[in-house]
């Protein structure tokens, strides 16, 4: 089959457009936007290379205008699941002999795609169906979904020269296989690019995927499906269903064939499918790769030393971007004494000089919570910290439902460091603030380690490198992320791979060669030039 050791496009980061007033690329977006913002798709099962139409749909609404609706989606029956397994599995047949270099180039082709006639349309997608300003789609849907296809393909390549020593007499050889069976991709609401990595680096390796996107992105995820097979993924290779998600991961962990599951979601849910997956343990062909990135208790230190501009900007963009919906959000902080007049004053100038409404105006910086779950849940907090002694709303702390699923962007401060604010991952804008005696740096180091289950992100604001040293040497379970004098927010494929520990996930770093390690199965060739034809050893010999 291989006529040539083939190089692929060394990766680079998309660059990040600016869409400035009177930009091409801010026309083009809003005009998508506005296009599908006033129109109504449908968006079926896709089965076997197959739109499949259940006749059970639900609407789908932007969170920030959740009267108007822009489709509808289908529920998908066990009947459908069964069928997108069995359909993978007869699609393995062909797609796990497939010469890489031609799964390396419907990716790449899927890259560019993105990055070229389908960027605005996939940007306001999620715009509409996520509630992100113009900036988060293009950093998520656009750039850092193109980052996950094209350095993806240089890091299958780098697994793949990865091989042992050889001798004269026997040449070994490593083949990086695909899981036999097939596997099962379960994505989040919060990344467009997360939802496309999961299936895709799976499938590049060679894998079948059955794909449950998240209920509330659909409307983007249909974007990546419309991509995908552009690009040229075969019928069967990535089959994507939406429904009941219970139903449809019990039927989906019943089959023999299941062989691993790759998860972006709450912690919560990730225990328990990972329970699942045990109690099927002797149902299974093989043991099911697990890997599962889940939620976070992203924490700021300010060491004495601390500039307090900075430290309130790292606040301010780690907190509250995106609605402080990023597993890597700021949610806690720690600010010593002698540093809090002056950070407070600044975030309380930020805060107030924050524009909140639809991601269409795109002078909004903060635009709608994702769903009325999540608007109720953080309501309940605010309203909590508003009547508990040991909490005070500082900034924010207002709510409004009526139109779309607005919180504003809201910081409580504590004088209890376990406050439940301070443990508990809220998801949304909502900062906890703890203010430290600057003389008991060390005992606080100590308290944000213990604070929370998580460890998935956490940064050190200092101009003392004694400081920042010790913290980083403190906090080195506590963040799989770690940031020196920056927000905990915004990593990049290829340069800051990320995955958190302890309740944060199984830290197979997203954006790296590892994770992509976790979707094959080596198989070992030994092959002898001149095969022993006598048993005995020379030290037989008399
Ligand atoms: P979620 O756990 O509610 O949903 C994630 C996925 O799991 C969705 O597809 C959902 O439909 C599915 N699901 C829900 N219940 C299920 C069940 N009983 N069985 C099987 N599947 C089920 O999470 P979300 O609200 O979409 O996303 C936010 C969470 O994701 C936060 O906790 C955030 O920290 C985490 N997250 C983590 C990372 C990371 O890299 N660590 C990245 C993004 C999001």
């Avoid at 004088?415 to 003389?439: A, R």
Wanted: glycine fraction near 8%; aromatic fraction near 12%.
């Amino acid at each position: 089959m291989g006529k040539g050791f083939f190089n692929v496009p060394i990766a680079v980061n998309e660059p990040v457009k600016g869409y400035a007033p009177g930009s091409p690329e801010r026309k083009a977006v809003l005009q998508a936007y506005k296009d599908m913002f006033n129109s109504k798709i449908d968006v079926p099962l896709y089965i076997n290379g197959n739109d499949v139409e259940t006749g059970n749909t639900r609407t789908m609404s932007p969170p920030h205008d959740h009267q108007h609706v822009v489709g509808t989606y289908h529920l998908a029956e066990q009947a459908h699941i069964d069928d997108a397994i069995a359909t993978a599995l007869e699609a393995r047949k062909s797609w796990s002999q497939m010469p890489w270099e031609q799964r390396a180039g419907i990716f790449l082709r899927a890259a560019e795609l993105i990055a070229g006639p389908y960027r605005a349309k996939i940007n306001a997608a999620t715009m509409i169906a996520q509630s992100k300003t113009i900036h988060q789609a293009e950093i998520d849907s656009a750039c850092e979904l193109i980052d996950f296809l094209r350095f993806n393909v240089q890091f299958m390549t780098d697994i793949y020269a990865e091989q042992p020593e050889s001798t004269s007499d026997a040449w070994n050889r490593i083949e990086y296989r695909p899981l036999e069976g097939f596997t099962y991709a379960v994505t989040p609401f919060n990344f467009t690019a997360i939802a496309g990595n999961l299936p895709a680096c799976m499938a590049l390796m060679g894998n079948v995927v059955v794909w449950k996107p998240s209920d509330s992105q659909i409307y983007s995820a249909k974007v990546i499906m419309d991509v995908f097979k552009e690009a040229g993924v075969p019928a069967g290779v990535i089959n994507v269903v939406f429904g009941d998600p219970v139903m449809i991961t019990n039927t989906v962990m019943a089959s023999p064939d299941f062989s691993g599951l790759h998860f972006t979601g709450s912690t919560f849910i990730f225990k328990e499918l990972w329970k699942q997956i045990g109690n099927n343990i002797h149902n299974y062909k093989t043991y099911p790769r697990i890997v599962g990135e889940t939620g976070g208790k992203d924490f700021i230190v300010a060491h004495k030393s601390a500039n307090a501009k900075q430290v309130a900007t790292a606040i301010v963009r780690g907190a509250f971007e995106f609605q402080g919906q990023k597993c890597s959000a700021a949610s806690r902080a720690y600010i010593p004494e002698s540093l809090w007049k002056d950070v407070k004053s600044y975030v309380i100038e930020d805060v107030n000089s924050f524009k909140i409404g639809s991601p269409e105006d795109m002078s909004n910086f903060i635009t709608a919570v994702i769903h009325e779950g999540s608007f109720d849940k953080l309501a309940k907090y605010i309203d909590q910290a508003k009547s508990d002694t040991d909490a005070e709303i500082l900034v924010g702390g207002g709510y409004d439902k009526s139109k779309g699923y607005f919180i504003e962007p809201t910081v409580i401060v504590t004088s209890n460091p376990k406050y439940t604010t301070m443990c508990t991952e809220l998801f949304g804008p909502v900062i906890t603030i703890y203010v430290y005696e600057d003389d008991t740096y060390a005992e606080t180091l100590k308290l944000v380690d213990e604070t929370s289950e998580y460890a998935l992100t956490g940064a050190i604001l200092s101009t003392d490198r004694y400081a920042a040293t010790q913290a980083t040497e403190a906090l080195q379970n506590a963040a799989g992320n770690f940031y020196i004098n920056d927000k905990p927010t915004g990593a990049v494929v290829g340069q800051q791979p990320f995955g958190g520990a302890r309740a944060s996930g199984t830290n197979d770093k997203a954006g790296s060669a590892q994770n992509l390690l976790r979707w094959v199965s080596p198989r070992m060739i030994k092959e002898t030039f001149v095969t022993p034809s006598d048993y005995r050893y020379p030290f037989l010999g008399e």
